[in-house]
T-cell receptor, first 116, second 113 residues
Framework: DTGVSQDPRHKITKRGQNVTFRCDPI?????LYWYRQTLGQGPEFLTY????????KSRLLSDRFSAERPKGSFSTLEIQRTEQGDSAMYLC??????????????FGSGTQLSVL | DQQVKQNSPSLSVQEGRISILNCDYT??????FLWYKKYPAEGPTFLIS?????DKNEDGRFTVFLNKSAKHLSLHIVPSQPGDSAVYFC????????????FGTGTRLTIIP
């Protein structure tokens, strides 16, 4: 299966701890996105990369959040000093910048974060 | 502020009948619209899209209609099948290329056998 892979699927942590999530995009995709979805809401855009460059960050992404995509392949999303309000599903997606084929995002199954 | 609105949290439709899911938007800069379907414990999957230069796009059992003057779009599924039971999200972006999608809150569609 060559879909978008996210790890871990679930993460339970205590308030104040740091957590890191990983996303492996579809190999031929050069764009990678992070979204966050809370209960009863649709996914909300957090940030996106084209290759290794982080091109846009949402104002939702506070200073406690940092995303990286070294070498333009996999990406990590780190949350420092987690708060209960960070509890959500964190979704990763990838796409191609080729205008002939970049019509849609391919999402992973997400990482469900619970902050106690 | 909710720029993309799906006012019906849930919808139940008899198998074989037409399902109509609605979506309204407020941002006049949106010109590309998509529908995603989500099953439990999975990420959203792309269903169909439409550019603002069109008012209709069809793909098999799925048709999306866009009314720009009313800032309204709808997804028609006909005939509805049990496998269509899922949460459907409407999404919009300012331009083809989908760097940043704005999603609605979703409509849970249940197809009754």
């Amino acid at each position: 299966d060559t879909g978008v892979s996210q790890d871990p699927r679930h993460k339970i942590t205590k308030r104040g701890q740091n957590v890191t999530f990983r996303c492996d995009p579809i190999s031929e995709h050069n764009r990678l996105y992070w979204y966050r979805q809370t209960l009863g809401q649709g996914p909300e855009f957090l940030t996106y990369f084209q290759n290794e460059a982080q091109l846009e960050k949402s104002r939702l992404l506070s200073d406690r959040f940092s995303a990286e995509r070294p070498k333009g392949s996999f990406s990590t999303l780190e949350i420092q000093r987690t708060e209960q309000g960070d509890s959500a599903m964190y979704l990763c997606a990838s796409s191609s910048s080729d205008r002939a084929t970049n019509e849609k995002l391919f999402f992973g199954s997400g990482t469900q974060l619970s902050v106690l | 502020d909710q720029q993309v609105k799906q006012n019906s949290p849930s919808l139940s439709v008899q198998e074989g009948r037409i399902s109509i899911l609605n979506c309204d938007y407020t941002n006049s800069m949106f010109d590309y619209f998509l529908w995603y379907k989500k099953y439990p414990a999975e990420g959203p999957t792309f269903l169909i899209s439409i550019s603002s230069i069109k008012d209709k796009n069809e793909d098999g059992r799925f048709t999306v209609f866009l009314n720009k003057s009313a800032k309204h779009l709808s997804l028609h599924i006909v005939p509805s099948q049990p496998g269509d039971s899922a949460v459907y999200f409407c999404a919009a972006s300012e331009g083809f290329g989908n760097e940043k999608l704005t999603f609605g809150t979703g409509t849970r569609l249940t197809i009754i056998p």
